[in-house]
C-alpha cells in the first residue's frame, strides 16, 4: 500500500513530464490518475496548514507532550475558525 497509505495523490502532472511520457512511446507508461475536485480541496488544506504554522508553538513544536501539543493544535484550530 505504500506510505499514503492508499491516498491517490492530488498535485498534476508537470508539462514537460508529459511530453516525456509521450516521447517514449508504448515504453512512457501509464499516465498517473488526476482529480480536479480533490485539487480544488488540497488548496484548502494547505493554506489551512500554513496558517496554524504561524502560531509559534505549533511551528517548532515547544510542547512536550503529545496531549499538550494537540490541545495547542485544537485551541489554535478553534480560534482560526471563529
Known sequence: ????G??????????DQILGRLNR??????PPGFDRGIYRHH???ERCFNRLKQWRGLA???DETRESY????????ILLWI
Open 60 to 62: 517548532t513544536r515547544y
Open 1 to 4: 500500500m505504500g506510505w499514503a
Open 25 to 30: 512511446g508504448i515504453r512512457g507508461g501509464r
Open 6 to 15: 492508499g491516498i491517490p495523490h492530488t498535485i498534476p502532472e508537470r508539462i
Open 43 to 45: 488548496n484548502v488544506v
Open 70 to 77: 494537540q490541545a495547542a493544535v485544537a485551541i489554535a484550530s
